[in-house]
């Protein structure tokens, strides 16, 4: 076997393989020994028929089947040989001249042909230990705690439809439908056939809620209402609206008082322990937001002490992921990439730029973890897996058998897990620093981190 290599630019190879004629005619001799005792050929008895006719029944087909294994095999090995890791599967480009290739496969001549592969770069790892990170800490103030607490006994007091003549207090939960226009004309996302809506609740935009009070069942109201200047959608951010708003049912809550009996219905012990178990949930709730800046943290520093080149392939498969979710949502949602105040060319290199960085992230990460150790033990991929099932009420079955059947997305839930070990590693040797905040601190620093570079929501 001759190998020359041909281009060695960065990370791009590019060899010329030649494998003699002699070694694909021993490797169809292995073969059709083998066929030797399986072939069943009229006239003959099994394992007696000789290896003459075998060549001129199943030479062709064999020879090609042998050109298949000799080139994978030789493509290995050769890889193996330079110390070389192809970060894709290697593209091997045979002669296009069929004259050439029934040569080949006539044992007549030598198989020659090209391998080009790019190489998994050599990831020399930053200093990991002492990277400075902040750790946000938000305490449960007691009013937020008293609010959620009440916004659980509003969910869970139930309530009664007030019949034909209601009229909307503060408190009821209504059905209603609405059209919003800005200028008289509806816009996207401005209109529905059936929400609902708990009027003090403060879930739609200000002043909304308050001009329901009064408004009867079946009437319909129009309402004013000036979108707030921080609004998520740049296009309605400030402006003012109108909606057509009509009542289609208006259910009020029962009585009752919040005290140790309403946590009784729930199962609690007393008021005292629903207040705990709230508590204890939203405290839960804001860790888990902690660790998410922190590994944004982890993961911007890594990204910052690593610079080197990563293989275009495996940049271009990650881009393509990306791109086709994106155009899936743009279209899915009938907007444009100038609605959402850029343009496609712009999104593009946006999106290429997180690509590399996904690629060279995923590559550190690997070795961080291969230096030391880090593994996904099975439970945790049960566990990852059992996850995964939950998302899916009733169609737990299906997910099941899904990933049961498809190995490769089995094993892509691996990475998730295997990534926040890692990180959870590199924050083990960082120095933290706690900074006190409140909750819509750090609501807003996820969402700082996000506009700069959408991660991969994985949970």
Sequence with gaps: ????????????????????AADLVSRLDAKLEELKGQANIKGFRPGKVPTAHLKKVYGRSAMSEVMTDAINATVSDT????????????????????????????????????????????????????????KPVVEVTDEELDAEVNRVFAQNRGYTDKGDGAVVEQGDRLGLSFVGKVDGVAFPGGTSDHAHLTVGSGEFIPGFEEQLVGQKKDETRIITVTFPADYNNAELAG??????????????????????????????????????????????????????HIKRQILDALDDGHKFDVPAQLVEAEFNTIWQRVQHEVEGHGRSFEDEGTTEEAAKEQYQRIAERRVRLGLVVAEIGNQNEVQVTDEEH????????????????????????????LASLR????????????????????????????????????DEVPEEHHH
Excluded: W
């Design 415 to 450: 990475a998730p897990v295997f990534e926040n070990k890692v990180v959870d590693y590199v924050a083990g040797l960082s120095d933290q620093t706690e900074k006190k905040m409140t909750r819509e601190e750090l609501a807003k620093l996820i969402q700082a981190d996000e």
């Design 382 to 409: 049960q566990q990852a897996l059992l996850a995964e099932i939950r998302r899916f009420p009733g169609q737990e079955q299906q997910v099941y058998d899904y990933y049961r059947q498809n190995a490769q997305a």
């Design 1 to 20: 076997m001759q190998v020359t290599e041909t281009l060695n630019e960065g990370l791009k190879r590019k060899l010329s393989v030649t494998i003699p």
């Design 239 to 292: 402006k003012e609206a109108t909606f057509d708003v009509t009542i289609l049912h208006v259910d009020g809550p029962n009585q009752g008082e919040l005290d140790d009996e309403f946590a009784k219905r729930l199962g609690l012990e007393d008021l005292a322990a629903l207040r705990n178990t709230v508590k204890e949930q939203m405290e839960s709730a804001l860790a888990s937001m902690s660790r998410q």
């Design 79 to 134: 890889l193996e040989q330079r110390s070389e890791r192809a970060a894709a599967q290697p593209k091997v480009d045979l002669p296009q001249d069929q004259a050439k290739i029934n040569d080949v496969l006539d044992g007549k001549s030598d198989l020659a042909f090209e391998v080009e592969y790019e190489v998994l770069p050599p990831v020399t790892l930053m200093d990991l230990k002492g990277l400075k990170l902040n």
